[in-house]
């Protein structure tokens, strides 16, 4: 593995700000400038991989009738799955600035900025795309998509009892720990899915966002405090994940198996003389705002202490009307002629109509969520806050595991207790730990089915381990027929931290995820620890530790066990 570090200048810039900000404890967090408020923050990310199993990525199967060919070697364009895996996750440097103009009485503008510098790809010597589309956002190909500079940009106007929130911003709903119910509002960058703190990886959208303060209006019902919000996000965004353009096969550390194993279905396609235009990669963002709109509606308020059981606890309605946080291969017009062990999609010229369409979907959501406090509970559990969320959707589409789509709904809920706790001698451990239990599930309301489009019975077929099982395709698929889930998903999480030493400088955290069910059981575990030098300058250092089937969804992850550190500084 060629270890040249081509680009040094952001360890250089971060130094350079350690020094200018001092290690001393007198700096400063924010600088007015007249009526112009100024902050900003050194963020860097260092993360190793441990290695784990397999250590080199995996090169996925499209067997065929005609080809002998062990399961896992491809017969197409591989790209650059032969390479190992490099050593280095992770080595990003972000400088953040905040810009808030407070001189006007009822509008205040905020601007966020963040540069941020990966060299990641310098020290594994990836190929140039790679360091094209994820080293920089100082470059077109990142700069306005997913990870753009200008972060935020918005005017916060104040007409009480409304208050509007206009321009590119992130609005969170839910406050679940590793895994999403109703905060399904901005998507993300999963450049590195095992990334805990969520903010760090929202994507910001260009929203209108306004809140309707009801509280003193009697005649609506609710509680003591109630609170109307309605969003419109006029530029639907999707998720993005590393190594998702096809020439980018093999690649990133952080690519979820489905997405190398499309890469290689589109590689392959091409390769066989399918054309250029066989794999519409955009069609998910043609036409106009009005097109591609998505609003969401919350209505959220507080009883009071006079009803019942259900006194002093924090409710929430919601509904969306959006797109599905990933846009969906249509493939048209399938063809068997390759002798796949199911059919694909054909070639789109002399009048077939065939190739891959990447296209976006529209379904909507209800939702509910509560958290109260449990007064009655016994000796350390009383006042521990229960909370609950719950998702219906309506009209989800699923792959089953020869690539045919299918229309369901799907329920997700997830009920958690939050309390502190003295765990240890108090001699020792002074304060108690904060310490957040969840469970989550998430079912899809159709069973599923063999597929439609499998030749089950082919020698391709016969030659592919699970070919003509039921199942749906999620993130661990490394082909079409491995890593798929049944109807329902469920994963408990734990989540703990606590402060020691005098002024709390010293924060330590706990978090654990294990998902239970067959070939998807996997399990991730989470442990940092962080020293405060001064009111300016952090640093921490933890570990995830991942286990499970290779195609599971978080044990494909196995490969990437690894410590990390973090540096912050803030000015």
């Not at 529209?362 to 939702?367: F, K, L, T, V």
């Not at 698929?477 to 798929?484: L, Q, R, V």
């Amino acid at each position: 593995m060629n270890t040249t570090i081509r680009y040094s200048s952001p360890t250089f810039m971060g130094l350079a700000v350690m020094l200018l900000v001092g290690w001393s404890g007198d700096s400063v967090a924010r600088y007015q400038f007249g009526d112009l408020e100024v902050s900003g923050e050194y963020f860097m990310l260092a993360d190793f991989r441990l290695g784990g199993t397999p250590d080199f990525p995996k090169q996925f199967s499209l067997q065929t009738d005609g080809v002998v060919a062990p399961p896992g070697v491809g017969v197409g364009p591989i790209g650059g799955q032969g390479e190992e895996y490099g050593v280095v996750n992770a080595f990003r440097h972000e400088l953040n600035m905040e810009f808030n103009y407070t001189g006007w009485s009822k509008v205040t503008p905020v601007l966020k900025t963040r540069f941020f510098y990966d060299a990641m790809p310098d020290f594994n010597a990836y190929n140039d795309t790679i360091r094209r589309n994820w080293g920089s956002n100082m470059r077109s190909d990142l700069g306005e998509d997913i990870d753009p500079v200008i972060r935020e940009a918005y005017l916060d106007i104040d007409l009480r009892p409304v208050h509007v929130r206009a321009g590119r911003q992130i609005a969170t709903w839910g406050r679940s720990d590793g895994v999403t119910v109703l905060d399904v509002i901005n998507p993300r960058n999963f450049r590195n899915p095992l990334t805990f703190e969520q903010e760090r990886f929202m994507i910001p959208q260009e929203m209108l966002n306004i809140k309707f303060d009801l509280s003193n209006v009697d005649w609506v019902p609710g509680g003591i405090t109630k609170e109307l919000q309605l969003i419109w996000n006029w530029d639907y965004t999707p998720h993005a994940f590393p190594g998702f353009r096809p020439e980018e096969e093999g690649q990133h550390p952080y690519t979820l198996a489905v997405v190398d194993y499309a890469n290689q279905i589109i590689n392959t396609s091409n390769a066989v003389g399918f054309g250029p235009n066989f794999f519409a990669n955009d069609e998910w963002d043609e036409g106009d705002a009005f097109d591609k709109s998505e609003i969401f509606v919350r209505w959220r308020a507080r009883t009071g202490d006079n009803a019942g059981p259900l006194s002093d606890m924090t409710y929430s309605f919601h509904y969306a009307h959006l797109f599905d946080d990933l846009p969906l291969y249509e493939l048209q017009n399938r063809t068997n002629g390759f002798t796949f062990p199911f059919t694909i999609a054909g070639p789109r010229g002399g009048g077939f109509g065939g190739g891959i369409d990447f296209v976006r979907h529209r379904y909507n959501m209800a939702g509910f969520s509560f958290d109260k406090a449990l007064t009655w509970l016994p000796g350390p559990f009383k006042g521990g806050v229960l909370r609950g969320e719950l998702a219906y959707n309506f009209g989800l589409k699923f792959y089953e595991t020869d690539l045919a789509l299918h229309q369901a709904d799907s329920l997700q809920t997830l009920i958690g207790f939050d309390q502190y706790f003295y765990i240890g001698p108090k001699s020792f451990v002074k304060t108690p730990w904060f310490v957040s239990a969840q469970y989550w599930r998430d079912e899809i309301l159709r069973d599923p089915g063999v597929g439609v489009n499998n030749r089950i019975g082919s020698v391709a077929c016969n030659a592919q381990e699970r070919c003509g099982e039921a199942g749906y395709l999620i993130g661990g698929a490394s082909g079409g027929f491995e890593g798929s889930r049944g109807t329902t998903r469920d994963i408990v999480t734990l989540f703990m931290f606590n402060d020691f030493l005098p002024g709390k400088t010293l924060h330590v955290e706990l978090f654990g995820l294990h998902e239970f069910g067959g070939r998807q059981a996997g399990t991730w575990m989470r442990a940092l620890v962080g020293y405060n030098f001064n009111n300016a300058v952090s640093a921490r250092v933890g570990a995830n530790i991942i286990s499970g089937q290779e195609d599971g969804f978080f044990g494909q992850f196995e490969r990437n066990r690894s410590i990390f550190t973090e540096l912050k500084v803030t000015f």
